[in-house]
């Protein structure tokens, strides 16, 4: 398991069709459409090797649970022998398979435009606590 805690921003509008994001920024524009969190306690490069290696073998499952202010949402994708976990401010769920250093999950069923409203305005209050809890199993 991985737990990364990040916080809302008002710029947070999680319109993105394909991923989502968290961010170690401190700050996010307008246009960063995908983010869902800010001034995260870690980025793909942090997470465990225990982790790293479950989610890396071939047909492992991630389920990613983010919850701010008594609001759940739960994501289900996949992890891939393709990944490589090594960016050092950024983690990214994409629908697709498409992998980079940022990428945690691939074939996600769910993207930044899916993801509750009410939680989505949740995170537009710098006061909220994100926390995203992802289990992974091979």
């Keep these: 398991m991985e737990l990364i805690e990040a ?9 993105h069709r394909t991923t989502f994001a968290i961010t170690k920024d401190e700050w996010l524009s307008i246009s960063g459409d995908c983010i869902i969190g800010v001034r995260a306690n870690k ?35 996949f992890g891939d022998p393709g990944l490589t976990f090594g960016d050092p ?24 435009a899916d993801l509750s409203r009410q939680l989505i305005r949740a995170l537009q209050d710098p006061s909220s606590r994100l926390r995203a809890l992802l289990i992974v199993e091979s």
């Design 43 to 77: 980025s793909a490069l942090g997470f465990s090797g225990a982790f790293k290696a479950i989610a890396k073998s071939p047909g492992s499952r991630i389920e990613m649970v983010l919850e701010a202010r008594g609001i759940k949402e739960v994501i289900h994708g």
């Design 89 to 112: 401010r950024d983690l990214v769920v994409r629908r697709s398979s498409f992998k980079c250093p940022r990428t945690i999950m691939v074939r996600s069923d769910k993207a930044a």
């Design 7 to 15: 916080f809302g921003h008002p710029n947070i509008r999680a319109a």
